[in-house]
């Protein structure tokens, strides 16, 4: 996992450096806030579990670095995820569990212009786990029991911008495990409405 971690900071550290190489204009630094809705599932390598996404909710604050067409973008937003499973017993077990995701990423303005902008944007995310949950399946919370509440990840998607307002449209995925048991990774997508304050 150090491994990961440190390939995932290097990635973004030259990803900033190329940012500032290429800077045009003097950055331009914005803050606001955000909220939408995350789906989420958990794939496994077990034969007898098939994950299904859950609807969830997320809400937190964002940063965004403009330099021109390029910016950088970080955020820390808390997450309330929900996922189920078909299991081959006939039984649908659910899990739950709340977040605090930090995605770093780096973005593209396709259309750039004052008030309306149209990006695209990737990069990496760490999440931590916490008052994890799950239902039904006494086998399944063993499996569970130890929850890993660290996860590295990556994410990418389009997001478009009207003056001050901004809408994003990703996907994530884990690269480490939240089950060790069940080699279970966090996969999600998620609609995210925002605001810069200025």
């Known amino acids: 996992m150090k491994q990961r971690f440190l390939a995932v900071s290097s990635l973004l550290l030259c990803i900033t450096c190329s940012v500032e190489a290429n800077a045009q204009q003097t950055p331009a630094i914005h803050i606001g806030v955000k909220a939408g809705t995350n789906f989420t599932k958990t794939s496994t390598e077990s034969s007898d579990l098939t994950g299904k ?11 965004r670095v ?12 808390f997450n309330k ?7 081959k017993d006939g ?8 977040s605090i995701d930090v995605p770093i990423v780096i973005g593209y ?5 004052k008030d309306f902008n149209v990006r695209a944007f990737a990069g990496g995310v760490y999440s931590y786990g916490f008052n994890d949950n799950i239902s039904t399946s006494n086998a399944l ?3 569970f029991k130890k929850f890993d509440k660290s996860n590295i990840g990556i994410t990418g998607g389009v997001g478009v911008d009207y003056k001050n307002f901004t809408v994003d449209l990703r996907y994530e995925t884990g690269l480490t495990s939240i089950s060790k048991e069940f080699k279970s990774k966090p996969h999600s997508f998620s609609l995210g409405i925002g605001y810069f304050l200025f």
């Open 53 to 63: 996404y859950g609807l969830g909710y997320q809400a937190g604050i964002m940063t």
């Open 66 to 77: 403009d330099f021109n067409r390029l910016y950088l973008q970080g955020e820390a937003i």
């Open 81 to 87: 995820r929900k996922t189920s499973y078909d299991v």
């Open 91 to 98: 039984t649908s077990p659910k899990l739950k569990w709340n």
């Open 109 to 113: 303005k396709i259309v750039n212009s």
């Open 141 to 143: 919370r063993e499996g």
